[in-house]
């Protein structure tokens, strides 16, 4: 039976999803990852969704995003979504983007059927991923002369409350994930990821960190990126971790033997170290946030739970999460 997924259509929501590739294999190359790149902020704008921040990694992708409301789109910018599904559009597609130009123009009835169908695609975090997984496994595919799925499974996704200080956690976690696999010491240096492009100065990449560290930010105001920087140092720049082992220390996690007897003991480790762990409950927890965050969700959407189910959410087990509550307890180890 399929695990249920929660999801908030009628105002603002953020989801933190992850895919993997089938087998968990090391298929994507630096070229694949900027194709893979690319895409994922292609098809953001096409679907009118945020990303707030990524990273993409040889096997697997995460990708942090806020779903707007949706509203009616004008024929402008319509026109202008249908583009962006075709960077390199044949004659057809030319053709296409043409006629659904001119049937908007004219207010014909094809025009509203094919109105209708387009914004069916967007605000919807299922169908962003789902865009974008079929279109790289598409190029993918092809240029690898390979056939059959890429992707092992459907994505995973953890609705993740929009205010305190859950962003920011759930957007360091992903950004150090290349400082988790000893490929880098300092995530700005990894170039496939949210903090690492807006350290590069990609302006949307830079709107995302301030949403994750609930900063406004003006396109203007460009110096205002030394402060949300600054704000997202403080956890993605840590010590006291201890080295990924047999990698060269480039890593930093924390031992096995670490965390199972601080655990043991009843401790809590730091909030900066434990950042450098996998952390099951950015994957598994269902819904992240604070206490009253689950559970008003919960009262809105109690068609979306099981009836044996509990509705108490579980607090956040490890490290001091700021008072983090998660909807589904683990059935593993928090970390691993």
């Not at 900063?215 to 990924?244: H, M, V």
Request: proline content about 3%.
């Amino acid at each position: 039976m399929r695990t249920a997924r929660f999801k908030i259509n009628d105002k603002v929501a953020y989801y933190h999803c992850v895919t993997r590739t089938v087998n968990k294999e090391m298929l994507f190359d630096s070229r694949a990852k900027e194709v893979l790149r690319k895409q994922l902020w292609q098809m953001a704008e096409f679907c009118g969704v945020e990303i707030i921040t990524y990273c993409i990694m040889t096997n697997h992708f995460h990708v942090l995003v806020k779903v707007p409301e949706q509203k009616q789109l004008n024929n402008r910018e319509l026109v202008r979504r249908f583009r962006l599904l075709y960077p390199k559009p044949t004659k057809y597609q030319t053709m296409a983007v043409d006629v659904l130009e001119a049937n908007l123009r004219q207010g014909s009835k094809e025009a509203e059927k094919e109105r209708k169908r387009l914004q069916a695609r967007m605000g919807d975090v299922s169908v962003f991923m789902k865009e974008v997984k079929q279109r790289f496994s598409i190029w993918y595919n092809r240029s690898h002369r390979r056939i059959g799925t890429l992707w092992a499974e459907r994505f995973k996704s953890t609705l993740v409350e929009g205010k305190r200080h859950a962003l920011t956690i759930c957007a360091a976690y992903i950004d150090l994930n290349p400082v988790r696999a000893a490929i880098v010491s300092d995530p700005k240096e990894y170039r496939w990821s949210g903090y690492g492009e807006a350290v590069g100065g990609n302006d949307q990449a830079r709107d995302g960190i301030a949403i994750a560290c609930e900063i406004s930010r003006s396109r203007k105001g460009k110096d205002n990126w030394k402060s949300i920087s600054g704000e997202y140092r403080k956890l993605i720049y840590c010590k006291g971790s201890t080295p990924a082992p047999g990698k060269g220390g480039s890593g930093a996690v924390i031992s096995e033997k670490k965390w199972k007897k601080v655990l043991s003991e009843g401790e809590s480790l730091p909030l900066t170290s434990v950042l450098r762990c996998r952390v099951r409950y950015f994957t598994d927890g269902a819904i992240l946030g604070s206490k009253e965050y689950i559970q008003s969700y919960y009262k809105e959407h109690r068609r979306d739970f099981r009836r044996k189910r509990k509705k108490e959410p579980r607090p956040m087990k490890g490290s001091d999460w700021g008072g983090l509550f998660v909807y589904r307890g683990l059935r593993q180890t928090v970390f691993g």
